[in-house]
């Protein structure tokens, strides 16, 4: 067997800069993003839940910063990302079980999930 010494014109581990960005890519990196996002929620939702159940003076001041602009924000933030990720995850599943596989499928239903995800965002911000 003959060793194989790659190209120098090549990386040895591939890194973002090499691929050219395509939508089903960027739907798979947006998926990884929205479940980093709902994760650093949790301390945050522990947090609201202990002010919301300790003491009345505790849930005034959970009420209040969930009304204020950094609880809002924080609120369509982590929605947003919830309805993406949902959607993104059914559309892995489908590709998992052989469903989507071609080029044009995988594309088309990155870019439902992605309008479906736009569409949930807006309609999260008029609500809150």
């Known amino acids: 067997m003959r060793d194989h010494m790659p190209s120098s014109r090549r990386p040895l581990s591939p890194r973002l800069s090499v ?19 709902l994760v650093l929620f949790v301390p945050l939702y522990l947090w609201l839940l202990h002010g919301m159940t300790g ?3 505790g849930f005034s001041r959970v009420y209040d910063w969930l009304h204020s602009l950094p609880g ?3 609120l369509w933030l982590v929605g947003t990302a919830l309805i993406y990720h949902a959607c993104n995850g059914v559309r892995f599943l489908c590709l998992d079980a052989g469903w ?19 569409l949930a965002a807006c309609v999260l911000a008029v609500l809150l």
């Open 100 to 118: 989507l596989e071609s080029r044009q499928m995988m594309r088309a239903s990155a870019r439902v999930v992605l309008a479906l995800a736009v």
């Open 55 to 57: 003491s009345p003076e």
């Open 72 to 74: 809002k924000l924080s």
């Open 19 to 37: 691929y050219r960005w395509r939508i089903p890519m960027m739907a798979s990196l947006a998926h990884r993003a929205s479940g980093l996002v």
